[in-house]
């Protein structure tokens, strides 16, 4: 029986994985050109870490050796990554495709050498070669190995003889990566039409369905439909991501046994999601928490958390690339926030909301006075969110020049990020809920600066949408969505959590007032928080 795997490329014999013959033949049909007697074209194939570009590029590999009259030849790379010297990594190439093809010819001691290999003189017949890992190389070897290309295809361009009749018989390339390394951060500019770049996009709803139906065939267990929009939406297709919620639903792991004579319920589901969330380790998500650690990552997801405005996704910004590449961010593209920059997917959102909130605050004890009846608060009867707010307040006040001696704080203004008071909050209510008996867990709804924290206790769910007071216009507005949030959720009422410097009696008295909104019936119960001065 097949299974999930998310462990490098996927094996079609033993594993389960969609097809995407599309995207294969459209890989092959650039390679090959069209016609393809006029040459076909040096491409470059990208997408973020773990969206399957080596697999496609192996299916795309052995489709061209099957259907083509031409030698295609894939080579990996990344054993040349620590290698400073050009000459050393053309060499290792060079011996590569003499080794495959079965060629002979001198040493390579030069790009010139290199350069030669692909002559009509050394090669038998026109060659597809495609350079996986490309982007692992120094950038000084990539300017040099891109340098020969760009001649080779130049050339090729020139010559108007059939591609197997022309002076160099290099008739395709692709160079595999995750950063786009022949255009914004190569200063030698791009060696090829970047046009003829291919992206390798994450799976649609469809295709991973398709994976979940054909589980539920072989294995005779069904998944709820639920189960499948939910693995969908948490991890927005990213196929390293699906494939490991599926490993952990089928297949289980230490701690959790699943139970195979039953359907995998949406039950099952966030009892996995919650510990991938909180506790097991990915080598994709470890990956993507190493590449926000530090700066340049680090200063610009903390501003990514923000809830004020959204950040412009401009591809050609450094720090936007890097963090696309790596697998972070991506670009929203529809509704009034299109073309800003939003998570990768809500569950990158969380393992990244967790992270900073348990490394920017790893304590937050002295919760309140120990003399203080937070069964008052949390009793019963219920969660008295307003009375919750104001044990938080009170904790602020007391704890802020210790707690926030540390906090990271802008570099333009040197103001503390307005996404640490999200972080403590959160870190404080799930302390306290720890001992009072309830669950506590951030929920992101839009991928960027919304962000809602739930507490779930004694069967009953509050939502607090947390934002920084920026103006009435934005407090107005802010009332209206918390409404219609709260829809749904299935709640009719949710309490509107605005964190504010500072907020004298009067606008105290008349902006935390509960509203009870017209068009849904839900009652919206505005609390500010005072941060106090964040100079």
């Given at each position: 029986?097949?299974?999930?795997?998310?462990?490098?490329?996927?094996?079609?014999?033993?594993?389960?994985?969609?097809?995407?013959?599309?995207?294969?033949?459209?890989?092959?049909?650039?390679?090959?050109?069209?016609?393809?007697?006029?040459?076909?074209?040096?491409?470059?194939?990208w997408?973020?870490?773990?969206?399957?570009?080596?697999?496609?590029?192996?299916?795309a590999?052995?489709?061209?050796?099957?259907?083509?009259?031409?030698?295609?030849?894939?080579?990996?790379?990344?054993?040349?990554?620590?290698?400073?010297?050009?000459?050393?990594?053309?060499?290792?190439?060079?011996?590569?495709?003499?080794?495959?093809?079965?060629?002979?010819?001198?040493?390579?001691?030069?790009?010139?050498?290199f350069?030669?290999?692909?002559?009509?003189?050394?090669l038998?017949?026109?060659?597809?070669?495609?350079?996986?890992?490309?982007?692992?190389?120094?950038?000084?070897?990539?300017?040099?190995?891109?340098?020969?290309?760009?001649?080779?295809?130049?050339?090729r361009?020139?010559?108007?003889?059939?591609t197997?009749?022309?002076?160099?018989?290099l008739?395709?390339?692709?160079l595999?990566?995750?950063?786009s390394?022949?255009?914004?951060?190569?200063?030698?500019?791009?060696?090829?039409?970047?046009?003829?770049?291919?992206?390798?996009?994450?799976?649609?709803?469809?295709?991973?369905r398709?994976?979940?139906?054909?589980y539920?065939?072989?294995?005779?267990?069904?998944?709820?439909a639920?189960?499948?929009?939910?693995?969908?939406?948490?991890?927005?297709?990213?196929?390293?991501?699906?494939s490991?919620?599926?490993?952990?639903?089928?297949?289980?792991?230490?701690?959790?046994?699943?139970?195979?004579?039953?359907?995998?319920?949406?039950?099952?589901?966030?009892?996995?999601?919650?510990?991938?969330?909180?506790?097991?380790?990915?080598?994709?998500?470890?990956?993507?928490?190493?590449?926000?650690?530090e700066?340049?990552?680090?200063?610009?997801?903390?501003?990514?958390?923000?809830?004020?405005?959204?950040?412009?996704?401009?591809?050609?910004?450094?720090?936007?690339?890097?963090?696309?590449?790596?697998?972070?961010?991506?670009?929203?593209?529809?509704?009034?926030?299109?073309?800003?920059?939003?998570?990768?997917?809500?569950?990158?959102?969380?393992?990244?909301?967790?992270?900073?909130?348990?490394?920017?605050?790893?304590?937050?004890?002295?919760?309140?006075?120990?003399?203080?009846?937070?069964?008052?608060?949390?009793?019963?009867?219920g969660?008295?969110i307003?009375?919750?707010?104001?044990?938080?307040?009170?904790?602020?006040?007391?704890?802020?020049?210790?707690?926030?001696?540390?906090?990271?704080?802008?570099?333009?203004?040197l103001r503390?990020?307005?996404?640490v008071?999200?972080?403590?909050?959160?870190m404080?209510?799930?302390?306290?809920?720890?001992?009072?008996?309830?669950?506590?867990?951030?929920e992101?709804?839009?991928?960027?600066?919304?962000?809602?924290?739930?507490?779930?206790?004694?069967?009953?769910?509050?939502?607090?949408?947390l934002?920084?007071?920026?103006?009435?216009?934005?407090?107005?507005?802010?009332?209206e969505?918390?409404?219609?949030?709260?829809?749904?959720?299935?709640?009719?009422?949710?309490?509107?959590?605005?964190?504010?410097?500072?907020?004298?009696?009067?606008?105290r008295?008349?902006?935390?007032?509960?509203?009870?909104?017209?068009?849904?019936?839900?009652?919206?119960?505005?609390?500010?928080?005072?941060?106090?001065n964040?100079?």
């Amino acid at each position: 029986m097949r299974s999930f795997s998310s462990y490098g490329p996927i094996d079609k014999d033993i594993h389960y994985y969609v097809p995407r013959t599309e995207l294969i033949r459209l890989v092959c049909e650039r390679l090959l050109g069209d016609p393809p007697e006029r040459g076909g074209h040096y491409v470059t194939v990208w997408a973020p870490r773990q969206c399957g570009k080596s697999w496609i590029m192996n299916e795309a590999l052995h489709k061209l050796n099957r259907e083509s009259p031409y030698n295609a030849l894939k080579l990996e790379l990344e054993s040349l990554k620590r290698v400073q010297d050009p000459t050393e990594c053309i060499a290792y190439i060079a011996g590569k495709i003499a080794g495959s093809l079965g060629l002979e010819f001198g040493p390579v001691k030069g790009m010139a050498d290199f350069e030669s290999i692909f002559g009509r003189d050394v090669l038998k017949k026109p060659l597809v070669l495609i350079l996986d890992e490309f982007d692992a190389l120094r950038e000084n070897v990539i300017s040099g190995i891109v340098g020969v290309l760009r001649n080779v295809y130049n050339a090729r361009r020139k010559d108007t003889a059939p591609t197997a009749e022309k002076e160099f018989l290099l008739h395709g390339v692709a160079l595999i990566g995750v950063r786009s390394v022949l255009g914004t951060e190569n200063a030698q500019g791009p060696p090829f039409n970047v046009q003829r770049s291919i992206h390798v996009p994450n799976l649609t709803f469809d295709e991973v369905r398709s994976m979940f139906d054909w589980y539920a065939k072989e294995s005779g267990q069904a998944v709820e439909a639920e189960v499948v929009e939910s693995v969908f939406r948490e991890t927005n297709g990213q196929p390293g991501l699906v494939s490991w919620l599926g490993e952990l639903l089928t297949e289980g792991y230490d701690g959790h046994r699943p139970d195979n004579s039953r359907a995998i319920s949406p039950g099952d589901f966030e009892l996995v999601y919650e510990d991938a969330v909180n506790v097991l380790p990915n080598t994709n998500i470890l990956n993507i928490v190493s590449k926000v650690r530090e700066e340049p990552g680090r200063a610009t997801v903390l501003e990514l958390f923000k809830t004020r405005e959204f950040m412009p996704f401009r591809f050609d910004d450094p720090r936007i690339n890097y963090l696309y590449m790596n697998g972070v961010i991506d670009r929203e593209r529809s509704g009034h926030a299109k073309n800003a920059v939003r998570f990768s997917c809500p569950f990158v959102q969380k393992r990244l909301f967790n992270y900073f909130s348990h490394e920017i605050f790893r304590t937050v004890d002295r919760l309140y006075d120990p003399m203080t009846d937070v069964e008052a608060v949390a009793g019963d009867d219920g969660v008295d969110i307003p009375g919750l707010m104001k044990l938080y307040q009170d904790y602020l006040n007391r704890n802020r020049d210790w707690l926030l001696r540390d906090a990271p704080r802008r570099k333009t203004d040197l103001r503390i990020f307005e996404a640490v008071f999200h972080f403590n909050l959160y870190m404080y209510l799930k302390s306290f809920f720890q001992d009072m008996g309830g669950a506590v867990f951030p929920e992101f709804p839009t991928g960027n600066g919304k962000i809602d924290i739930l507490i779930r206790r004694d069967g009953t769910l509050y939502a607090l949408e947390l934002k920084s007071f920026k103006n009435r216009y934005a407090y107005r507005q802010a009332l209206e969505r918390a409404a219609q949030y709260a829809v749904q959720l299935g709640i009719d009422r949710i309490f509107l959590i605005f964190f504010i410097e500072s907020i004298d009696e009067k606008n105290r008295r008349e902006l935390e007032t509960a509203i009870r909104d017209d068009a849904t019936g839900v009652v919206v119960e505005p609390i500010f928080v005072e941060t106090g001065n964040a100079e």
